[in-house]
């Protein structure tokens, strides 16, 4: 299987000793995932090849359009609280989240470990490419790409392998080469990563530098920030996001850095999406 390899392997042993020791609560996550607010989405269905994957949509219509990447959880209340904020960013996008898992969601670190594991990372990659020419046949003339995490690597890769994808951004996650190099990056990348991420390979800050080397020999416009004093996952702010990152001992809290996040991602979006 190609996929994120050794990057998957350090993340996953790394979250599942953390979660040995300080775990969440099952209720808390159940509790949590039943908090995600799906009235304003609209379940969708897109074909590709021989297979067919739900999607959940927002925002207005014939507005540019963004492909929302789940972090390994699945398609959970924190993607959707990241979906529903970038569709009211600006004068509004259309935010398409696909669902990797096709309806399978992980209640703990366990279960998003068996998940990812799982996961078809070349079927992925087609999935976002139907995502992304969904949304173009549907009234946005162009089309970016962000994620978080496992969503981030994905996001980079589609950088890479998706033709049609007119900007990405993405949230601490880089792809093994295996699946995508970024050194052959043919969309404008924008990376964010906490100076404190522990996941070595992935997403910390040797991979960011790594990262930024390659986009600079791919030669599309890049961006790479880095985050002082942040771990893994930080801008997940929900109630529920925080206490699970707590939960995997990433405790720390920084609304400024996350604000910043936020503005460099719609400053690079409207750069590259506005009509």
Known sequence: MVGICCSRSILTKTLLFKAATTSLPRRLQVRSLMMADDSSFNKIQI??????????VVGKEDAPGVVV?????GVDFEIKNHALKISQFDSGYKALIPDLYRGKVGLDVAEAQHLMDGLDWQGAVKDIRASVNWLKANGSKKVGVTGFCMGGALSIASSVLVP????????????????????????PVQAHFGEQDGFVGFSDVTAAKALEEKLKASGVPYEVHIYPGNAHAFMNRSPEGVERRK?????????????LAWSRFRSWMSRFLSP
């Open 47 to 56: 074909h590709r090849d021989d297979t067919t994957f739900d999607a959940y």
């Open 164 to 187: 049609e994808v007119d900007a990405v951004v993405a949230f601490y996650g880089v792809p093994s080469s295996e699946l995508a190099d970024p050194t052959n990056a043919k969309a």
């Open 247 to 259: 939960g995997m001992g990433m405790a720390d809290e920084d609304e400024a850095a996350v604000e």
């Open 69 to 73: 990447l789940q972090e390994w959880w």
